[in-house]
């Protein structure tokens, strides 16, 4: 069964740091794409960031480009999405979602409903003013 967990999220003050994980279990760490999205109230989720492992590609949402770095640990089957410099807009309860193997998710953009098949509970990030 796969299944991902979210950790990391927290209050945070506008300017500091957090750093997201994605623990993945239940497949093969080696062929999977894995996204980071958000969901602030009354908004639809967004595609954040994503990892494809088969070429180690990423991408960003034009908003974080710049302050957030995802990457993967494959001695852990973790992803993490590091977060520096987070705005009053970066508050959101932030999810993980995987395909795997690595099909159509994170091939051409971020959108949530292309090829994520598995998705994680999600963490909440608050960031004050």
């Known amino acids: 069964e796969v299944q991902l967990v979210e950790s990391g999220g927290g209050l945070v003050q506008a300017g500091g740091s957090l750093t997201l994980s994605c623990a993945a279990s239940g497949f093969a760490f080696d062929d999977y794409a894995i996204g980071w999205f958000r969901q602030a109230p009354g908004k639809e989720r967004e595609g954040v960031s994503c990892i494809s492992s088969p070429d180690g590609s990423t991408r960003y949402t034009d908003s974080v480009k710049g302050r957030f770095t995802i990457s993967s640990d494959s001695a852990k089957n973790t992803v993490y999405l590091q977060m520096n410099n987070l705005k009053l807009e970066d508050a959101a309860v932030y999810y993980c979602?995987?395909?795997?193997?690595?099909?159509?998710?994170?091939?051409?953009?971020?959108?949530?409903?292309?090829?994520?098949?598995?998705w994680g509970q999600g963490t909440q990030v608050t960031v004050s003013s």
């Open positions: 979602a995987a395909e795997t193997p690595a099909v159509l998710a994170c091939l051409v953009d971020l959108e949530p409903g292309r090829g994520y098949d598995y």
